[in-house]
């Protein structure tokens, strides 16, 4: 089989849907001709991994099927309790009860690119997707912890629908009048605290890229608020913007 053969095939298998795969296989399975055994047992590979993760996704529904007497079961989860600038992002998402969207996981665990496209199916397919957010002038002035609660109930009273249970990574919220489940770790366990905590992290991360346009010298682009050496050091030379949390830099202003 000629070069130009084989690379037509590789560009087809490129460009194939996970969903194809088996058609693919089945197209080149018969044929034995160096270069093809390789491009079908690639296909085979991807559709390996494909039904992985399909598996994964259906552990990660464990607490949404306990609670399916649930109308609208909504995923809680937050990002920036530790930066030392920018406000701290609560997302709340109620998924489809026959959801599809695979590679929902903690936000921590994957790419900013896979992140961002993630953002963009879950925001699509939600049933309801907010977020809620609190600046550092609060944070300030009730704590990092309220604040996180305060940013979670702005979240939850975003949503139309109304959540009939919640689905929190760890905490349990005060005052709020819906169920509540608090699972340790439960961006990394349920499927809704996952799409959850994406949806927190990319709204969080944008605003610290728009940032760092408006303060530059700090790399809130890459640091994303967080004490890295490049911050500290632009801190103690410059001295606080207006996004910092003068409660988490007065050890580094002395």
């Known amino acids: 089989m000629s070069e130009l053969k084989i690379g037509q095939i590789k560009e087809q298998l490129a460009q ?15 044929d034995e001709r160096a270069g093809v055994v390789k491009l079908v047992e690639s296909a085979r590979k991807k559709l390996e991994k494909l039904e992985q993760e399909k598996a994964r996704i259906e552990g990660l529904k464990k607490y949404e099927r306990e609670y399916s007497e649930h109308a ?30 695979l590679y929902i996981n903690d936000s921590k665990q994957l790419s900013e690119a896979k992140r961002e496209a993630l953002y963009d199916e879950i925001m699509e397919k939600a049933i309801a997707a907010e977020v809620g957010l609190v600046s550092p002038e609060r944070i300030d002035e009730i704590n990092i912890l309220q604040a996180t609660y305060e940013a979670m109930r702005q979240a939850i009273s975003k949503l139309d629908p109304v959540p009939d249970l919640l689905l ?22 349920s499927i809704s605290i ?17 940032y760092d346009h408006i303060f530059p010298g700090y790399g809130f682009a890459s ?19 207006p996004i910092h949390r003068r409660t988490f830099i007065k050890n580094f202003m002395e």
């Open 16 to 30: 194939t849907p996970e969903a194809s795969l088996e058609e693919f296989i089945a197209e080149f399975e018969a």
């Open 223 to 241: 640091n994303k608020g967080y004490g890295s050496k490049e911050h500290i050091e632009a801190l103690k030379k410059f001295g606080p913007t």
């Open 168 to 189: 929190n990574d760890a905490v349990t919220i005060p005052e709020v009048v819906i169920q509540q489940v608090p699972i340790i770790k439960g961006d990394a366990k």
């Open 194 to 210: 996952g799409a959850a905590s994406i949806i927190a992290k990319v709204t969080r991360d944008r605003m610290m890229v728009e």
């Open 72 to 101: 609208f079961i909504c995923g809680i989860d937050e990002v920036g309790r530790g930066p030392l600038a920018g406000p701290v992002v609560a997302g709340a998402v109620i998924l489809p009860k026959d959801c599809d969207i």
